[in-house]
């Protein structure tokens, strides 16, 4: 990584130290010509731990009024239920269409919006008896879903973000996602926390922390070892699910086909 002063204080050494603080006081007085430091990384604590149904295939999750609500994935698995979060019982559940592969939810007044993988179609739901309201279809792939009071904000693994109408569906704004200045890919199941949009990053134990404004990643939590190897039966068996309780601040995740869900809190690295 470039080092503005380690450079400046070894050209020092050959131009003697007058010379020395002139550059270090150009340096100073110039600020964008300093590298901007690196992306923070926070880890993680675990404040409680609870059973998740180990066969759902999660890929979407939120908290509502004391539950959560998952959507899960795979063609003829996909569902949309609501899970007591102790037990890990599901007390609701619906089955999406066996031939689509259930993605991303979200909820929107008195309504579960989930999206599919590859289908272009999503689904609305009456949040109380789960039965269809109407579909909607958008172009491309869907994998995360969340909301911001305003609009949907949608991932598709690209690095961009889509914001929707949350009443047409219709395309607003995208925003571009980067990281030290690069484009970050592999974004999926999203939750909106206290302004900043966070997104599990596939196939990693990453979640980006999201300027919503700008795109730019402001921080990363590092959840490495959260499930422990041994609890982990394959390579689908990733970190996926962010789940906030704004009132109590309590963050859960989870990951697909995990036997647990956990609330965490964020640490200093
Ligand atoms: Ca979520």
Redesign the pocket.
Known sequence: MHHPISNSLSRAGRLGRRAALATLAAALAAPSAWAAPATPVQGYKVVHSYPHDPDAFTQ???FHDGFLYEGTGLRGRSTIRKVEIETGRVVQAVELPAEVFGE?I?MWGDRIIGLTWQEQTAFVLDLKTFKLWRKFNYPGEGW?L?HNGKELILSDGTPELRFLDPLTFKELRRVRVTADGKPVTELN???WVEGQVYANIWQTDRIARIDPKTGRVVGWIDLSGLLPANQRTGQDDVLN???YDPAKKRLFVTGKLWPKLFEIQLTKK
Do not use: Y
């Open positions: 979407g999750l939120f991303g979200t995360g969340t199941e999203l939750e699910g962010i789940a």
